[in-house]
Every structure is written in C-alpha cells, then in structure tokens.
C-alpha cells in the first residue's frame, strides 16, 4: 500500500532544499559602453559572472550620463562574492585585466558600477 503523508518528512525536505537554494539579494550592475552598440540594430551588451554564480545577465541601455552611454541589468539571488567580465553581441570586452573584477558585497553593496575595457575596478558610485 501506499505510505501515508507524514508532515515531519515535508518540513524535512524543506530544511533541505534551503540548504541549496539561492538566498544572495540580487545586485544591480551598471557599465559604460566601451564601444558603440546600437540596441535598436541588435547590438546587446551582457554580464558574465563566474567563480560563484555562473551565468549570462543581460544588460539594458540605461541612458547617456557624464558623458559615457551606459547600460543596466540585475543579477538576483548573488551570492555575498563572485567574479564577473562583460561582453556585447560582438565580442568580450578584452584587455587585461577584464576577468580580474570580484563582487563583494560587504564591500560594494547591491549597485555597482564598471568602465568596460583596460578599467578592472568595481565602483560603488557612477564614475
């Protein structure tokens, strides 16, 4: 027969399943474009995580401020620490230094703000 549903087991199962589920606050990154990319030819610019949360994050043109054209987009569930590099629809940012930048919350909080190429440095104000 058939094994009757037994409450303990469910919270159980729940307890578990936090273990492994995502519980970083998302954190909103903003880049400066390092070349021109037209969003209305299909030209996209997107983030790159690793060493902590892999993944692909799409970025959304935000509007022209001191003097750079600037990008938007948000990563939810960040882990407290992961690294991160940039890439558009053409190709990664290249450099040196582009897969050098780390995310740290304690640190930079839950907005940051990057210069795309040859400018590894994570701010935590728009430069």
């Known amino acids: 027969g058939c094994t009757p549903w ?3 087991d469910k ?3 729940h307890a578990f399943i936090q273990d492994f589920a995502p ?3 998302s954190v909103l990154v903003h880049l400066a474009e390092w ?3 037209e969003e209305s030819r299909g030209c996209r610019y997107s983030v790159h995580t690793f060493s902590g949360i892999d993944g692909d994050h799409p970025l959304r043109y935000e509007g022209a401020h001191n ?4 990008w938007v987009g948000e990563i939810p569930n960040a882990p407290d620490s992961f690294r991160f590099v940039f890439k558009n629809t053409r190709a990664w940012e290249g450099g040196l230094g582009q897969f050098d930048r780390t995310y740290a919350r304690t640190g930079h909080g839950s907005e940051i703000y990057a210069l795309g190429r040859g ?3 994570v701010y935590t104000t728009r430069p």
């Open 23 to 25: 519980s970083g606050e």
């Open 119 to 121: 400018d590894n440095q």
């Open 6 to 8: 037994n409450p303990t």
């Open 67 to 70: 003097g750079r054209h600037w």
């Open 11 to 13: 919270a159980r199962y």
């Open 35 to 37: 070349e021109m990319c």
